[in-house]
């Protein structure tokens, strides 16, 4: 019955009656009746088998039922041949090791094993001492075997010669990238010594500069090493196109400092990181730093895909995370403005116009960010905001920087360095600069700013949790310029770092107030108290706070004012739900 069912259906596939199917028709046929797809090879490997290597890919009726029989050993032996396989690749990478794959042709052969067809595998193989995968294997398994068997000596020679190919071919590839870590750290350090002399050299031609100006041409006559540059050293009373440029650099350069160095212990992965020296972190983070200059000067950082740590995901896009800057807002509008104009002459409502632009806002600021993506954006940033300011400083459009307005954005410039240098995490630098770029003059849209200062301060409790207050919570010690000395510029500087440390300070006291061991039991106890009590304490100690205010500060003990600052925090965190007191006390944390 089997047979007479068999002709049948070959009849029914033999449509133009040519007395033979193609292997293209055996194969539909096949996948048809098995539900389940077959190599092509096979089919061609099992006519070939049958029909001989004269068929020409063409099987006739009365081998039909023979080359069925031979695609169901094929099938058979192709999945037990898969499993094993899978057994011999541990580590799940989609291939095994030259000698694997010998054992595994010794296995499935077993006596009948040939060296013929062993050496003809071999041969065949583009790059013979590369791995092995299934699919270049499993047709020389399923294949009848060429040739006699082997005897066991001559098995065990073979194995013996192909483990010392690998032997070789591992040694050879670990000397090759020896030797490509060796090339890449001794181009680190001497990028990094080239940095170096280019620095001293610059710093020789600023100091030569600097006394030729102020001692004119008797400088001269005397030695570099014998002038006091600081005691010399000459007001600044003006910003010049340098100082702003370099400032904005330095600016970036700490955020994309940050950016790369999270992208380094991602590929290293946290653990090995830690364990390395110092010195070592140094030199891998000079090699990735040195390689993203050259994509940088080339303009070719679109290929940084490439680069270790590239693939680690950010839950913001740069947009996200930092909205536009003083700079880019202005291009924003500009096009926003464009675009306003081509919906009106659509014929656009006033009401549709905004919905849609905000549509494109909200899908602007939507989706995650890779690193390689991230540092694409930066370098873009840096490039608008350098082109806007240069197009400023040289008066383009008829709107030339006064010496005030330089004044005023060299210092904003320079306290979002010291914001990018506080933090961490580069998430949490590129939040806290894209907030200190807003002024409430250029203000962009307050709901999203309200988000990003939200963020921040639950990123802030986040990397401070459960740890004790930082002994340099304090900050390092402001060297201020004499007073002698000092010019506008200089006292700008000073100001803007000890504001910007005294804010710092405040920030991290709080923090500690809100999550301290301290804080455990005052929040405690402010839970056990009813609203109307904690409405009732709060108002007192406001009053207590006020009263503080107006006498002299100083009178009152430091454990009397902690205590007050910790109270409130304490009541006023304990009369709100957790989602809420999060979201406020991010706010400000930020």
């Keep these: 019955m089997g047979i007479l069912d068999l002709e049948l259906m070959f009849d029914l596939l033999d449509t133009d009656l040519r007395g033979y199917l193609t292997s293209n028709q055996l194969q539909d046929f096949h996948e048809s009746l098995y539900y389940s797809t077959i190599d092509s090879r096979q089919i061609e490997a099992a006519i070939r088998s049958i029909c001989g290597d004269g068929s020409r890919g063409l099987c006739p009726r009365e081998q039909f039922t023979d080359v069925l029989h031979e695609l169901d050993r094929r099938k058979i032996l192709e999945e037990k041949i898969y499993w094993d396989f899978k057994t011999v690749d541990v580590e799940g990478k989609g291939r095994i090791s030259l000698k694997a794959a010998l054992l595994l042709f010794k296995a499935v052969h077993n006596e009948l094993f040939s060296m013929k067809t062993w050496r003809s595998f071999l041969s065949q193989r583009e790059y013979p001492e590369l791995d092995v995968c299934f699919d270049e294997i499993k047709m020389f398994l399923c294949n009848l075997v060429d040739g006699g068997p082997c005897d066991k000596e001559e098995f065990d020679e073979e194995e013996k010669a192909i483990s010392l190919q690998c032997c070789d071919n591992e040694y050879t590839n670990l000397k090759e990238l020896e030797k490509l870590q060796e090339d890449e750290a001794s181009l680190a350090v001497d990028e990094r010594e080239r940095m170096q002399q280019a620095n001293k050299l610059k710093q020789g031609a600023e100091r030569r500069t600097k006394r030729l100006d102020h001692e004119?041409?008797?400088?001269?006559?005397?030695?570099?090493?014998?002038?006091d540059e600081k005691a010399a050293k000459k007001a600044r009373?003006?910003?010049?196109?340098?100082?702003?440029?370099?400032?904005?650099?330095?600016?970036?350069?700490?955020?994309?400092?940050?950016?790369?160095?999270?992208?380094?212990?991602h590929h290293i992965g946290e653990g090995m990181w830690t364990v390395l020296s110092e010195d070592e972190q140094q030199e891998r983070f000079m090699q990735l730093k040195m390689r993203i200059q050259r994509l940088r000067k080339d303009g070719k950082l679109d290929g940084a895909n490439g680069l270790p740590g590239a693939g680690l995901t950010y839950s913001f896009n740069l947009l996200a995370l930092m909205g536009f800057s003083r700079m880019g807002e202005e291009i924003q509008r500009l096009e926003e403005s464009e675009r306003i104009k081509q919906m009106e002459d659509e014929g656009k409502s006033n009401k549709e116009i905004e919905e849609e632009l905000l549509q494109l806002r909200d899908k602007a600021l939507q989706g995650h960010a890779k690193s390689e993506q991230l540092l694409v954006d930066l370098e873009q940033r840096y490039r608008q905001d350098k082109e806007m300011i240069t197009s400023k400083l040289k008066g383009a459009n008829t709107n030339t920087m006064a010496t005030e307005e330089k004044l005023t954005e060299y210092g904003l410039i320079i306290r979002?360095?010291?914001?990018?240098?506080?933090?961490?995490?580069?998430?949490?630098?590129?939040?806290?600069?894209?907030?200190?770029?807003?002024l409430k003059t250029q203000l962009q849209r307050p709901k999203d700013d309200r988000k990003r200062q939200e963020q921040l301060g639950k990123e802030r409790l986040l990397h401070r949790k459960?740890?004790?207050?930082?002994r340099n919570w304090k900050g390092e010690e402001l060297n201020y310029s004499a007073l002698g000395d000092a010019g506008l510029v200089d006292v700008l500087e000073d100001?803007?770092?000890?504001?910007?440390?005294?804010?710092?300070?405040?920030?991290?006291?709080?923090?500690?107030?809100?999550?301290?061991?301290?804080?455990?039991?005052?929040?405690?106890?402010?839970?056990?108290?009813?609203?109307?009590?904690?409405?009732?304490?709060?108002?007192?100690?406001?009053?207590?706070?006020?009263?503080?205010?107006?006498?002299?500060?100083?009178?009152?003990?430091?454990?009397?004012?902690?205590?007050?600052?910790?109270?409130?925090?304490?009541?006023?965190?304990?009369?709100?739900?957790?989602?809420?007191?999060?979201?406020?006390?991010?706010?400000?944390?930020?």
């Design 216 to 227: 004119g041409v008797v400088a001269l006559l005397h030695e570099d090493e014998e002038w």
């Design 237 to 265: 009373h003006k910003v010049t196109a340098t100082d702003l440029i370099q400032a904005l650099r330095t600016k970036y350069e700490v955020l994309r400092d940050k950016l790369l160095l999270e992208m380094l212990k």
């Design 416 to 438: 979002e360095e010291l914001r990018a240098r506080e933090e961490a995490k580069f998430e949490s630098a590129a939040l806290s600069v894209g907030i200190a770029e807003r």
């Design 466 to 470: 459960g740890r004790k207050l930082p």
């Design 495 to 590: 100001t803007v770092r000890a504001l910007e440390r005294k804010h710092s300070m405040e920030r991290e006291l709080l923090i500690y107030f809100l999550q301290g061991r301290e804080s455990v039991q005052a929040r405690s106890a402010a839970k056990k108290l009813s609203a109307d009590e904690r409405s009732n304490q709060l108002l007192v100690l406001r009053n207590s706070a006020t009263r503080l205010a107006r006498s002299k500060f100083n009178s009152t003990s430091s454990e009397q004012r902690a205590a007050l600052c910790n109270s409130p925090g304490s009541c006023w965190a304990g009369g709100r739900g957790q989602a809420r007191r999060h979201e406020g006390v991010s706010r400000c944390i930020s």
